[in-house]
């Protein structure tokens, strides 16, 4: 499922979105760092109804997925900043707030159902077509 970074996050799409952040009110205590900035703006520019993959924004902010997902654990802005719409390169719902199975995974699960996004029951991944890079 490993997709080319496309134009949802161009270097004028990221700047205006990180631009945006200013006006979010935080929902929980969270230090802000400029690559942190970065991340959750790049995660604001996914639309309701797709999701995109950590390595997809890591590729676009030239870092490693794993940085990318640590950044999204401390989203202080969702879910205006989804998050939630950000799953591993090979679709599977892989972490959620910190957690990687139990509830949150199961609330992770249900907002992307609520959005349209169809998830397979035993793999837990969602269909390569509502994924955008």
Not at 104 to 113: G, P, Q, S
Request: glycine share 8%; proline share 6%; charged share 25%.
């Amino acid at each position: 499922m490993v997709k080319a970074a496309s134009s949802v996050f161009t270097p004028a799409k990221l700047a205006k979105s990180i631009d945006s952040l200013s006006t979010l009110k935080a929902t929980k205590p969270t230090k802000v760092t400029t690559f942190r900035r970065r991340v959750w703006g790049a995660c604001a520019l996914i639309p309701e109804g797709k999701v995109s993959t950590y390595g997809a924004i890591a590729e676009a902010l030239g870092t490693s997925p794993r940085a990318v997902g640590q950044a999204l654990k401390v989203n202080p802005y969702a879910p205006c900043v989804p998050c939630h719409r950000v799953v591993a390169t090979d679709g599977l719902l892989c972490g959620f707030d910190g957690q990687t199975e139990g509830p949150k995974m199961d609330k992770k699960a249900k907002m992307l159902k609520e959005e349209g996004i169809t998830i397979d029951k035993e793999s837990r991944k969602v269909r390569e077509k509502d994924v955008i890079c």
